[in-house]
Every structure is written in C-alpha cells, then in structure tokens.
Nanobody
Framework: QVQLVESGGGLMQPGGSLRLSCVAS????????MGWYRQAPGKQRELVAS???????SYSDSVKGRFTISRDNAKNTGYLQMGSLKPEDTAVYYC?????????WGQGTQVTVSS
C-alpha cells in the first residue's frame, strides 16, 4: 500500500511560481511512474506532467515550458515546479503513482492563481 501526501499549493499572482511536493510512504517509490494531474471546477481531471521510473518526462501542451516535473527517489518525493502561472492554472493538483498494476492518488492540493 502506498500513501501520498501533496503540499505546496496556495494563492499566487499571475506570473508567479510555486513548487508542489508529493511524499510517498509505504512502498518502493522508485519503481513507480509518477504523474501530476489537475482538476478545475466543472472540468475533468487532466494529466499535466509525468515522469517514468527512469526519469523520462512528458508535459501537456498547456504547461510545456512553464512546469517541470522531477523526482528524488532517495527522499520518496516528487515535485512539480510551476512557473509563469496563469489564472487558468487554478485547480486542485493531485499526485499519482502507477506501477505493478496499482494506481495511487494523493488527497490533492489547491492552487489558485489570481490578482
């Protein structure tokens, strides 16, 4: 069983930066692929960034060039560095781990971008 806890969300002005963290416990973090998803009010949850167990990354077009996903396997922690934030980035952000036929989710952290 894997437990995920996200942190780092908050209120930020447009153009600002935030770093989200996702700490995993209960299993071997390094074997899982990790993704960051977001869900805005009235919209479906969408994948914004992902990183494989070997470190390969991918991004949605909406965040490419502004967000960076990374992981520190020694700390069982994943990160989403968000820059040049826009109001449309406002959402609840969720960390996800996939592997061994399992799918784990954190509780989410709210990111609000507003002046």
């Amino acid at each position: 069983q894997v437990q995920l806890v996200e942190s780092g969300g908050g209120l930020m002005q447009p153009g600002g930066s935030l770093r989200l963290s996702c700490v995993a416990s209960g299993s071997i973090f390094s074997i899982y692929a990790m993704g960051w998803y977001r869900q805005a009010p009235g919209k479906q949850r969408e994948l914004v960034a992902s990183i494989t167990s070997s470190g390969s990354t991918s991004y949605s077009d909406s965040v490419k060039g502004r967000f960076t996903i990374s992981r520190d396997n020694a700390k069982n922690t994943g990160y989403l560095q968000m820059g040049s934030l826009k109001p449309e980035d406002t959402a609840v952000y969720y960390c996800n781990l996939k592997g061994l036929g399992r799918d784990y989710w954190g509780q989410g952290t709210q990111v609000t971008v507003s002046s």
